[in-house]
């Protein structure tokens, strides 16, 4: 009897060290280092309401707003991920001929040989919330034309929300879609 109480009375103190002290203890560390980062690096509108996350992108189709990387999950974050098509895979070839197609109707004054190969390829996890300099460039046309925001005001946003490579080495420099298009939204107003 005496060994299954210090078994149970063990099995409840680790339960409650590793289950409920730990992570209060981690909870309130990630508070206090990085609250913005502890609560999903919330992206919100001038009026204040949480539109998104810097983490997660979103499908933006209208014209006159600046257009993510293509998601086979519609960027729907329960299940991340992407089809890992091969090179050989002739559904990869479709996908790509459908998004070229679609660019080609949305963008008619950009040559399909300008075109980024992020604009019409998914990311690994289908969820990526940034696009690279060159993809947001080339869409600053139709935007223009739509939103009636100048070129070169457009050109600026990009700049501004141009992110470098991290510790200057690591990744390529990106631009948050979302981010971007809640200036051009504004500057619309």
Not at 129 to 144: G, K, L
Request: proline letters at 6%; aromatic letters at 6%; a negative charge.
């Amino acid at each position: 009897m005496r060994i299954i109480w210090v078994t149970l009375r063990t099995t409840l103190t680790i339960a409650v060290v590793c289950c409920i002290v730990y992570n209060l203890a981690v909870w309130a560390v990630a508070q206090a280092a990085a609250p913005d980062k502890a609560n999903g690096s919330l992206i919100k509108n001038a009026e204040g309401q949480v539109v998104g996350s810097k983490l997660i992108g979103q499908s933006f189709t209208e014209p006159g707003y600046f257009h993510g990387r293509v998601s086979s999950i519609d960027y729907d974050a329960n299940g991340s991920g992407s089809p890992n098509y091969a090179p050989s895979n002739p559904e990869l070839l479709k996908r790509a001929e459908e998004s070229l197609s679609a660019w080609k109707a949305e963008n008619p004054d950009v040559p399909v040989s300008e075109v980024p190969i992020d604009l019409i390829t998914n990311s690994g996890s289908g969820l990526d919330p940034q696009i690279s300099p060159q993809a947001a460039e080339v869409q600053v046309p139709r935007v223009s034309k739509v939103t009636g925001i100048s070129e070169d005001e457009l050109r600026k946003m990009i700049a501004d929300h141009t992110q470098g490579r991290s510790l200057g080495l690591f990744g390529e420099p990106a631009v948050n879609v979302l981010e971007l298009n809640l200036d051009v939204q504004a500057a619309r107003k």
